[in-house]
């Protein structure tokens, strides 16, 4: 079975779903630990890489076809940034210091979700080595030195190209009208 093709309410099937545990447990556990820099106990690690699976059980549905992987790395993030903010936030919190106005705005958020789905069209757009050298970097977190490793390149050489990508994002977002 090709894990990767499995989506939707084909997740739930129990040996499947152990599977899929199987396949990207490391995987996940690897983002948390990256996203996290390390700040994380072995034990947040772990309670984090369950959360991750428990959410993917329960939004099956969500995901599409051929994206099993990418979806899993995404709910990896999102759990361990939440995990890593809930950890530095523990330290006790004084009621009278919050700010309780709301402050949300449905513009704002709206903005935002366009600029992340235009962004991620122009890394879309981006000519390897570039696009796995922006996505490793902003989204697995890693740095230049592991990005140089893994991709056998010079450090120096992807820091380069870190900063050339991140200006051709710049200009292509600028020209497709957004202010940055």
């Known amino acids: 079975m090709d894990i990767q093709s499995v989506y939707g309410n084909k997740i739930k099937d129990e040996k499947t779903f152990e599977c899929i545990m199987d396949t990207f447990g490391h995987y996940v556990a690897t983002i948390i630990y990256n996203v996290s820099k390390g700040t994380l106990t072995k ?8 959360d991750v699976f428990i959410t993917l059980w329960k ?14 790395a995404c709910i990896a993030k999102t759990r361990a940034l939440n995990k890593v903010n ?10 009278e210091e919050l700010d309780l106005e709301d402050d949300f705005s449905i513009s704002d958020e709206t903005e935002k979700k366009d600029i992340t789905k235009e962004v991620r069209r122009v890394v879309d757009e981006l000519t390897e080595p ?3 050298i922006i996505i490793r970097f902003y989204y697995y977190y890693q740095t230049a030195a592991e990005i140089a490793k893994i991709m056998d390149m010079n450090k120096e050489t992807v820091k380069t190209r870190l900063r050339r990508t991140k200006e051709k994002i710049k200009k292509a977002l600028t020209e497709r009208g957004y202010a940055l």
Do not use: C, F, M, P
């Open 130 to 132: 570039d696009r796995e």
């Open 43 to 50: 034990e947040d690690v772990e309670e984090t890489t369950s």
């Open 59 to 72: 939004n099956a549905e969500k995901v599409q076809e051929g994206k099993l992987k990418s979806y899993i």
């Open 86 to 95: 809930s950890v530095r936030n523990k330290a006790s919190v004084n009621i």
